[in-house]
Antibody
Framework: QVQLQQWGAGLLKPSETLSLTCAVY????????WNWIRQPPGKGLEWIGD???????NYNPSLKSRVTISVDTSKNQFSLKLSSLTAADTAVYYC??????????????WGQGTMVTVSS | SSELTQDPAVSVALGQTVRITCQGD??????ANWYQQKPGQAPVNVIY???NRPSGTPDRFSGSSSGNTASLTITGAQAEDEADYYC??????????FGTGTKVTVL
């Protein structure tokens, strides 16, 4: 059974860079899209971006200038960097596996979430 | 801001039927998926592609779609179905987007 285990710093200051990593256990990076999704406290879900195994990425246009998603196939991991943080970036960050089959797609496996707080 | 709109909250009596809707122009072109999120937990996919249930999703959950509206129906709601529900699809540019979320209370 595939599991995602994520980690990273939980308290950051404004202007700093968020860095999170998600390890994939029990499965391969191949054939899927690897996503980051966030949820501010008490609010809804926001898709940040994704990458495939080859490193081809897609980003939410509202965050594109600050986001980098990368894949490390040797470690079966993928990572998120979000720069120039502000308080508005405070949220629970989730990694998630995405699949696509023709016109169908979904996020079927999620990490446990990491609460990131941006505060001076 | 989300391009998929959901009612903020609905309630249902135990054992009764509730329908949650998700509206957006992009739903004329893309299927909606549905995610259930319980407090303090990661979301779980319960319906994908209009009306397909991942393994593990009870058959009391079903999906449908018409025009710019997708719906999730829970037939015979159980106490454990109390949760937030989010639709997910694509926006007009093809990027992933989530609905505003619906809190379901089982009375």
């Amino acid at each position: 059974q595939v599991q995602l285990q994520q980690w990273g710093a939980g308290l950051l200051k404004p202007s700093e860079t968020l860095s999170l990593t998600c390890a994939v256990y029990g499965g391969s990076l191949s054939g899927y899209y690897w996503n980051w999704i966030r949820q501010p406290p008490g609010k809804g879900l926001e898709w940040i971006g994704d990458s495939n195994q080859s490193g081809s990425t897609n980003y939410n246009p509202s965050l594109k200038s600050r986001v980098t998603i990368s894949v490390d196939t040797s470690k079966n991991q993928f990572s998120l960097k979000l720069s120039s943080l502000t308080a508005a970036d405070t949220a629970v960050y989730y990694c998630a596996r995405g699949w696509v089959r023709g016109v169908l797609d979904a996020f079927d496996i999620w990490g446990q979430g990491t609460m990131v707080t941006v505060s001076s | 801001s989300s391009e998929l709109t959901q009612d903020p909250a609905v309630s249902v009596a135990l054992g009764q039927t509730v329908r949650i809707t998700c509206q957006g122009d992009s739903l004329r072109s893309y299927y909606a998926n549905w995610y259930q999120q319980k407090p303090g937990q990661a979301p779980v996919n319960v319906i994908y592609g209009k009306n397909n249930r991942p393994s593990g999703t009870p058959d009391r959950f079903s999906g449908s779609s018409s025009g710019n509206t997708a719906s999730l129906t829970i037939t015979g709601a159980q106490a454990e179905d109390e949760a937030d529900y989010y639709c997910g699809s694509r926006d007009s540019s093809g990027y992933h987007v989530f609905g505003t979320g619906t809190k379901v209370t089982v009375l």
